[in-house]
């Protein structure tokens, strides 16, 4: 799932110094053999997705490295601050030498580079950059305003990455993975804690719409946990019911069990109109 780029870019953090082809005493400009070249050790990025980095591969292979990576010198190796995604694509197609801007900075810097550069990657996650904000303030002294301030955000949307980190990891991970969105997390982050991996899986069933999510969220705030926890507890054929009504409704459908064994089928509506559609779905099957 695409995300946006969260803002101002590293000038904002390390001062006005534009990177440019010209050497100045920050920042030089070379071709760099590939074996020289190392990945930074504390790299914030930890996945890279086969088939895009192929693609990359095969551009590389027609048209050159057209931007160069960024590097600082470390001995005789050149530790990667910002483009690994071009170096192991130019490895892939067996390119020798990398363009490179060599940059002058201390470990303590490069660190905070590194960060930085990833939280605004145009294809992170909203999990991989809530991560990188949190090694951000973590690692690099920041508070959650002067961390806003210096990637050029609003100090409410850092607090809403951050709030996603909160979530049950089957949330995360479906986050993650791109089969919900933020907006839908954001709506899952507002249900009871013992609730949101019930949230998450009538979402994922149901194929909501961030605003049928809030709306769900809604419903599920009023409901007690404890009757949630109920539902969850009958048995399998129960499910199997609900999934094999599913196609005809579109609404929220539950099963009640009473005491003596009985129960009974709850179809949510929310206007004559509905009814209607149920009908209509009803003579089509």
């Known amino acids: 799932m695409k995300q946006k780029g969260l803002g101002r870019g590293l000038d904002a953090i390390f001062g006005t110094d534009k990177v440019s082809v010209k050497a100045t005493p920050m920042t030089q400009m070379a071709e760099i053999a590939v074996e020289k ?11 890279f997705d086969d088939e895009a980095l192929a693609e990359l591969a095969e ?3 027609q048209l050159g490295v057209i931007q160069p990576i960024t590097v600082k010198k470390s001995g005789e190796e050149y530790i990667i601050i910002s483009g690994e995604r ?8 067996g390119v020798e030498r990398l363009p490179a801007y060599i940059r002058d900075v201390d470990d303590e810097n490069l660190h905070a580079m590194a960060l930085v550069e990833n939280i605004q990657r145009q294809d992170l996650n909203a999990i991989e950059i809530a991560l990188g904000m949190q090694r951000l303030i973590e690692e690099c002294g920041l508070t959650q305003e002067a ?16 709030r996603l980190l909160n979530l049950p990891d089957e949330v995360q991970l ?19 804690a013992e609730q949101q991996v019930v949230a998450l899986k009538r979402c994922l069933k149901k194929s909501l719409s961030v605003r049928q999510m809030e709306e769900l969220a ?20 129960y499910s199997r019911l609900v999934e094999q009504l599913e196609p005809y409704f579109s609404q929220n459908i539950s099963i ?8 009974k089928i709850v179809i949510e509506f929310s206007g004559d109109e509905e009814i209607d559609l149920i009908i209509e779905r009803l003579r089509n099957k």
Not at 218 to 234: Q, S
């Open 37 to 47: 070249i190392i990945p930074n050790p504390t790299q914030p990025r930890t996945q």
């Open 59 to 61: 551009s590389i292979k």
């Open 86 to 93: 071009r170096w192991r694509a130019a490895q892939m197609v």
């Open 147 to 162: 961390m806003a301030d210096k990637v050029g955000k609003k100090r409410s949307t850092v607090s809403n990455y951050m």
């Open 174 to 192: 479906a986050l993650k993975e791109g089969l919900i969105s933020m907006g839908h997390a954001k709506a899952i982050a507002g249900v009871a």
């Open 218 to 237: 809604r419903k599920m705030a009023e409901v007690p946990a404890t009757a949630t926890k109920a539902e969850e507890e009958y048995p399998e054929s």
């Open 256 to 263: 009640k069990r009473g005491k003596n064994g009985g129960g």
